[in-house]
């Protein structure tokens, strides 16, 4: 496909892991990325991978890549309120005009 | 160390007018860009510079104009505003022209009634 896919919502319970799952569109992206969006704020860099990893793991935060299926997830550990935000899907493909693609960005709601 | 600033922070605007959005980067980076983000649309590229004195197009460009006269600054116009044109705008820039690893501004909540 042409896009960036992504659930837009996504409910956990305070405590739990959250999986925030993208499907991306170019297996020759090189770099693979996930903002994080607060309310009222601009887009923050979260986290990266690069696309010969399959792993990256940052204290709560983990990125998993399957390049097979164009496939990128997010977990993040033990939720917390301030988790919750919109979190965006990036890749910057190569055959784009080498210009990154946002998802439409998955929404994250932290219940009590 | 500000990073990328954004005024204003909000603006509204009757059909027909127009104004600027201003940007501006203490960074040294080369690429800047202007995004509007819709509700259920994402992020759409307006128009980027990959260096003072070169701007290029979007995905989304009719009804804005940009130039980029120095490296920190990258002001986005919109000459005769329209409905249309309501939503959040967002400048960022980074260090690479291909847009790695974006620093945001905080956005520009524009209302055209």
């Known amino acids: 496909g042409e896009d960036v896919e992504q659930s837009l919502f996504l409910s956990v319970r305070e405590g739990d892991s959250s999986v925030i799952n993208c499907t991306y569109t170019d297996s020759s992206s090189t770099y693979l990325y996930w903002y994080k969006q607060e309310p009222g704020a601009g887009l923050q860099l979260l986290t990266y991978?690069?696309?010969?990893?399959d792993m990256k793991q940052d204290q709560r935060l983990t990125v998993l890549l399957n390049k097979k299926d164009k496939h990128l997830s997010l977990r993040i550990a033990d939720t917390q309120t301030g988790d919750s935000a919109i979190y965006f899907c990036a890749e910057i493909p190569l055959n784009r005009d080498d210009k990154i693609i946002f998802g439409k960005g998955t929404r994250l709601h932290i219940l009590p | 160390n500000a990073g990328v600033t954004q005024t204003p922070k909000f603006q509204v605007l009757k059909t027909g007018q127009s104004m600027t959005l201003q940007c501006a980067q203490d960074m040294n980076h080369e690429y800047m860009s202007w995004y509007r983000q819709d509700p259920g649309m994402g992020l759409r590229l307006i128009h980027y510079s990959v260096g003072a004195g070169i701007t290029d197009q979007g995905e989304v460009p009719n009804g804005y104009n940009v130039s980029r006269s120095t490296t920190e600054d990258f002001p986005l116009r919109l000459l005769l505003a329209a409905p249309s044109q309501t939503s959040v705008y967002f400048c960022?820039?980074?260090?690479?022209?291909?847009?790695?690893?974006?620093?945001f501004g905080s956005g520009t909540q524009l209302s055209v009634l």
């Open positions: 960022a820039s980074s260090t690479s022209s291909r847009g790695e690893k974006l620093f």
């Open positions: 991978i690069f696309s010969n990893m």
